[in-house]
DNA sequence: ACCGTGACGTGTC
DNA sequence: TGACACGCCACGG
């Protein structure tokens, strides 16, 4: 992490350390880097389109809420690869998110 | 340098 | 968690 990394490339690296079979939101995300809001976390996942180490699937909004989708090809593909992961998954939102949740803080820094 | 835009969140009803 | 206004801030045009 450098002071030349841009503000996407701070949320690809916390993105990166979501673990299988949990998810997290814009917001924590936001909250745990202290820079910008949750918006600018959504915009930089948006901009991050092909990057296959990136798993983006695992943010949604606080409402457990798959709101990303339509961004994906297919837009069915965020759901399908949660549950593959074993997120539940129902009417495009996350069952039993509280218990999925995982807050950045809990990050392994390496 | 101004303005619209957006994978959001909080407060309020 | 229904609806809506408003704050948020980097980026492209």
């Given at each position: 992490?450098?002071?030349?990394?841009?503000?996407?490339?701070?949320?690809?690296?916390?993105?990166?350390?979501?673990?299988?079979?949990?998810?997290?939101?814009?917001?924590?995300?936001?909250?745990?880097?202290?820079?910008?809001?949750?918006?600018?976390?959504?915009?930089?996942?948006?901009?991050?389109?092909?990057?296959?180490?990136?798993?983006?699937?695992?943010?949604?909004?606080?409402?457990?809420?798959?709101?990303?989708?339509?961004?994906?090809?297919?837009?069915t593909a965020m759901a399908s690869r949660l549950r593959k992961e074993g997120v539940k998954?129902?009417?495009?939102?996350?069952?039993?998110f509280e218990l999925v949740f995982w807050h950045p803080r809990e990050m392994n820094l390496?």
């Open positions: 992490m450098t002071s030349t990394n841009s503000y996407f490339e701070l949320v690809y690296e916390v993105t990166r350390n979501i673990p299988k079979g949990r998810v997290t939101n814009y917001g924590a995300i936001a909250d745990f880097l202290s820079l910008g809001s949750a918006r600018m976390v959504g915009w930089a996942l948006n901009q991050c389109h092909g990057m296959p180490d990136v798993p983006a699937h695992r943010v949604v909004n606080r409402l457990g809420e798959l709101s990303g989708r339509s961004h994906f090809k297919p837009p998954v129902k009417e495009d939102k996350v069952v039993d390496e």
